[in-house]
Each structure stands twice: as C-alpha cells, then as structure tokens.
C-alpha cells in the first residue's frame, strides 16, 4: 500500500507541475479542478515560516510505523499504516527535494474542490489523500477493538481484576449443594 500511494503521488505531482497555475483544468463539471500550487506549510498552510519542522515530524512518523510494523499481523492495520507511511514519504520527498531549497522544499499540491484556487477548501494532493485515509482507518479500527496484532477486543474480555466466579460457576462454593446433615452446623 506505501509503495502503491507514494508512486501514485510521484507520479501525479510530476505531471502537476507542468501544469499552468494560472489555468486551472476543471473536471466533474466543476466539483474538481487540477490547480497546481505549492505549499510551504502544513495542512491548510499552517506554519509556512518553520518548513524545516516538517521533515523532522516526517521522520519521527516513519520511525514509529517502522517499530509499529515489527508487530504488525492484521491486514486492515497493514493497509492503514501504509497509507500513512506512503503520504508521508510523498510529501517528505517535495520537503527534502524540491525548491526552493533542500529540507525547506514546497510541496506540490493541485487538487482543489468546488473552486479552481482552493477558495472552498484547500488545495491537495495525493499524499494527503493517503495520509487522510490512512489515518481514518486507524481511527475506526481502534474505535472497532481491532489490535495490530489481529486480534480484537471484545466487551466480554475479561478485566484485569477478578471479581469471582460468576453465579452457577462451579468455581462457587455458595451454590454449591451443602449435605443437610452439615447444613446447620455452626463454626462459632
């Protein structure tokens, strides 16, 4: 799945900057428009001053799906990680790579809805997608129980406190039959 989304992003940014960021391509009778443009900062242009904090974030991510993949055994895990590791690759790589200088690169975005120049929401690309994607799926994965390690937790797991055997568990000795020649014994 990385390998899939960082090559469809490559690919896609590549043909974006041939595009002219004065003429926008309108698709989908307008829902979608191809509108390159680049982006020094974060989602929605956040902190385009601090562009060098972004491959340091970048690295940090790719080392925690590194140590989380060791225990990696669930294929809806495997696909989520790998959409986030595949948008943070794509966009780490316009980071380290791209003008105006390296690890303070802009990063290509040029997919803009509703509006050719991002006026109704801001301007994406395909990492984006992937790491939106990919981070929603981990969401409602762990809102689903669903462990990294393929298993999945259930309400009826057990606590980790004991509270007994439940009633009619051979394990409880008060309902357990009582001979009526010892019933009424007192241990006073």
């Known amino acids: 799945m990385a390998v899939f989304a960082l090559a469809l992003d490559l690919v896609t940014k590549e043909w974006a900057t041939k595009l002219d960021p004065h003429e926008p391509i309108k698709l989908l009778g307008g829902a979608v428009y191809m509108s390159l443009t680049r982006n020094s900062g974060a989602a929605f242009s956040l902190f385009a001053d601090h562009t060098y904090i972004f491959p340091i974030i970048a690295l940090g991510v790719l080392c925690w799906i590194g140590f ?3 225990q990696l055994r669930s294929l809806p895990w495997a696909i989520a990680l790998g959409m986030v590791l595949g948008g943070v690759v794509g966009n780490l790589a316009d980071r380290i790579f791209r003008a105006p ?3 303070h690169g802009h990063v290509v975005d040029f997919i803009s809805v509703f ?3 991002g006026q109704a929401f801001p301007i994406f690309n395909v990492a984006d997608m992937a790491l939106v994607g990919g981070v929603s799926l981990a969401i409602l994965l762990e809102l689903l129980g669903r462990q990294r390690d393929g298993s999945r937790i259930t309400s009826d797991k057990k606590t980790d406190i004991d509270d007994g055997p439940a009633l009619g ?5 008060s309902s357990a039959a009582v001979p009526s020649d010892r019933g009424a014994q007192s241990w006073g």
Do not use: G, K, S
């Open 169 to 173: 568990d051979p394990r409880d000795v």
């Open 115 to 117: 509006h050719p120049h």
């Open 68 to 70: 989380m993949a060791r």
């Open 101 to 103: 200088a390296p690890f």
